[in-house]
Structures are given as structure tokens and as C-alpha cells.
């Protein structure tokens, strides 16, 4: 079961958002896109279970100037933390500068050989 939290009135953009018990299986990704426009740094952080640190990628794309196309390159990270294995867990946590971004998609990736949980993962703008 999954369940999703957020921060939002009616037509103000969410500014931060939490989900959790999300199944993910072998080499595929759980996305969600975010506007960040007027905000500096986006903080992304992720708990999957896994078998070793490198079952879990976080990546964050922009979009182009039109907020549909999603370029097809990974921004790094300005600040981040993991993979890290721990009690058969992955923890992740990145700070993503997107000062100059009006749209973006985190893509959560499972690289293990069997379906893993996206325990709990999170997101806001700052």
C-alpha cells in the first residue's frame, strides 16, 4: 500500500512531499515531478530496502524550457550522502541546486534483481 503526504492549498505548488511502502520492481524507476520554480535547492531523501549499496539510484532531471520535454542527463547533486547499506536498507540523502529550473523529475531506481520497497522517501523545496 502506498500513501502519500503533502504540504498544499488549493492552486499553491507543493513544497514538499512524503511516500511511503512503494513497491519497486528489478530495474525500474519511480518518478515524480516537481515544480521548483522560485525555489533554490531541492532535498531528496530515500530508505528501500536492498542487498547492497548500489540497489538504490536517485537522479534528478530537468526539464527543458517548455516544462514537457525531460532532458535525458542527470543533474548531480550539489551535497549528498549514500547510497548507504545499512540493516538491508539503502539511505540516501541529496541536496540538488535548482535555482535556474521551473520543473524536475527525481527518478528513484531499483537495481537490484528482485522487487525492493521504497520504505519511506522524501522530498521539499528550500
Do not use: C
Request: aromatic share 10%; net charge negative.
Amino acid at each position: 500500500m502506498s500513501t502519500a503526504n503533502y504540504e498544499a492549498l488549493a492552486g499553491v505548488p507543493l513544497t514538499k512531499g512524503i511516500t511511503t511502502g512503494q513497491a519497486i520492481n528489478p530495474a525500474s524507476n519511480y518518478d515524480q515531478d516537481i515544480i521548483t520554480q522560485n525555489w533554490n535547492t531541492l532535498v531528496v531523501e530515500v530508505d528501500m530496502t536492498a542487498g547492497a549499496a548500489g540497489d538504490l539510484v536517485v537522479s534528478l532531471f530537468p526539464f527543458e524550457g517548455d516544462n514537457f520535454t525531460v532532458m535525458p542527463i542527470a543533474i548531480p547533486p550539489a551535497n549528498s550522502v549514500g547510497p548507504s547499506l545499512s540493516g538491508g536498507h539503502d539511505y540516501y540523502y541529496g541536496e540538488f541546486d535548482v535555482s535556474s529550473l521551473d520543473k524536475a523529475r527525481i527518478r528513484i531506481t531499483n537495481n537490484n534483481a528482485g522487487t525492493q520497497t521504497i520504505n519511506r522517501w522524501s522530498w521539499r523545496l528550500q
